[in-house]
């Protein structure tokens, strides 16, 4: 079976600019968490949803939204961009709630 | 809030030697503990977790961890360590009761010394 898949892989994006990162869970994983790593950080917890509903936010400001589709593949959106959102952002799935398994991540540079 | 502490940020040591990497979690309440580990330019990938039952937890690549309630303690160990172990290594903790988001440490970067 294919894993967490990501697109893109890569983005460069304008200080002010909007984002979109995308994400598609393993098959048969209805619960899909996304998390920002900055550069010699470990990674932060965003937003994780599952069956489609918000289930919990991370310390992140309302630019960060989120949602997940029927098919529970999940989009990141990321509103007036700064310098120090430049990151890689990381997308998760889990069957249990338990372990989470995680995709390649979307590298996102802003200029 | 939980909180995760991995004592050491770098750890250089010779191929074929013993590593231990350590981490420590801040709750006294029953958690999920998880070892990743990341290798350049790439995602999480889970090397072992710890979900109940034996302290001792055998995992993926010849790690193993030992969960250790009363020290509040994850560490990491491996006993003779590969070129290819290079990597950034992440502890995680999850609180009880599923969909709970991870919370990670720092990471501690293993290089392997030929």
């Known amino acids: 079976d294919a894993g967490v898949t990501q697109s893109p892989t890569h983005l460069i994006k304008t200080r002010g600019q909007h984002v979109t990162l995308r994400c598609s869970p393993i098959s048969g994983h209805k619960s899909v968490s996304w998390y920002q790593q900055v550069l010699g950080q470990g990674p932060q917890f965003i937003f994780q949803?599952?069956?489609?509903?918000?289930?919990g936010r991370g310390n992140f400001p309302d630019r960060f939204s989120a949602r997940q589709f029927p098919n529970y593949s999940s989009e990141l959106n990321v509103n007036a961009l700064l310098l120090g959102d430049s990151a890689l952002y990381l997308c998760?799935?889990?069957?249990?709630?338990?372990?989470?398994?995680f995709g390649p991540g979307t590298r996102l540079t802003v200029t | 809030a939980q909180s995760v502490t991995q004592l050491d940020s770098q750890v250089p040591v010779f191929e074929e030697a013993p590593v231990e990497l350590r981490c420590n979690y801040s709750?006294?309440?029953?958690?999920?503990l998880f070892w990743y580990v990341q290798y350049p330019n790439q995602g999480l990938q889970l090397l072992l977790k710890y979900l109940s039952g034996s302290t001792l937890v055998k995992g993926i690549n010849g790690f193993e961890a030992e969960f250790n309630k009363s020290q509040t303690s994850f560490h990491l160990r491996k006993p003779s360590v590969h070129i290819s172990d290079t990597a950034e290594y992440f502890c995680?903790?999850?609180?009880?009761?599923?969909?709970?988001?991870?919370?990670f440490g720092k990471g501690t970067r293993l290089s392997v010394i030929a």
């Open positions: 998760a799935s889990s069957l249990t709630g338990f372990e989470q398994y």
């Open positions: 949803y599952y069956e489609k509903e918000e289930r």
């Open positions: 709750s006294s309440v029953s958690v999920y």
């Open positions: 995680a903790v999850s609180d009880l009761g599923g969909n709970t988001p991870l919370v």
